[in-house]
């Protein structure tokens, strides 16, 4: 079975976790797919994304260059699935082919977790609270900058986290 050693999106190396790359035969024709687990943050970066130009170079050297169309699929862990048309089939003949109607497709989150990939990369979020403080309090939070009050959170957390567990 052919595997992906490295993937590029315009240009970028991203980081992959697991893959799969095959031949999908269907009434609507032929394609080449890519099916990756990433971090939550590539998600975020090629969410609104309608296709993305693919550099992908395989174990044995060969690199494919392709500009592919993008799925963001739910559920489970972060994965894109990246698929284009294919014309000639012939130079792809060493690659896994799936029809439409079998009932097996590469399972590529087995032996993955969500706390791993955020080992690797750690996605932010915005959040807004509402608390109640003391006058004095609301003055020196509402005098700090933004990347002060960040770290002061993330700190106070992990602590918080910390003194909970033991």
């Not at 980081?15 to 095959?22: E, L």
């Not at 894109?80 to 009932?103: A, K, Q, T, V």
């Not at 959040?127 to 309090?137: A, E």
């Amino acid at each position: 079975m052919v595997r992906v050693k490295s993937v590029k999106v315009d240009g970028e190396e991203i980081h992959v976790f697991k893959s799969a790359i095959y031949i999908f035969e269907s009434s609507a024709g032929v394609t080449l797919e890519l099916d990756l687990i990433v971090s939550e943050v590539v998600i975020k970066k090629y969410k609104k994304e309608e296709t993305l130009i693919m550099e992908i170079e395989l174990k044995d050297g060969r690199i494919i260059n392709s500009i592919m169309h993008v799925k963001i699929l739910s559920g489970g862990l972060p994965q894109l699935n990246l698929f284009c048309e294919l014309d000639d089939i012939d130079e792809y003949g060493d690659f896994h082919r799936i029809n439409e109607n079998d009932s097996w497709f590469p399972n590529i989150e087995e032996g993955i977790t969500i706390e791993e990939i955020r080992r690797v990369e750690m996605p932010d979020e915005d959040i807004s609270l509402k608390l109640r403080l003391p006058i004095d309090q609301v003055e020196w939070l509402k005098g700090q900058k933004k990347a002060s009050l960040n770290e002061i959170f993330k700190e106070f957390i992990c602590d918080f986290r910390k003194k909970l567990e033991s």
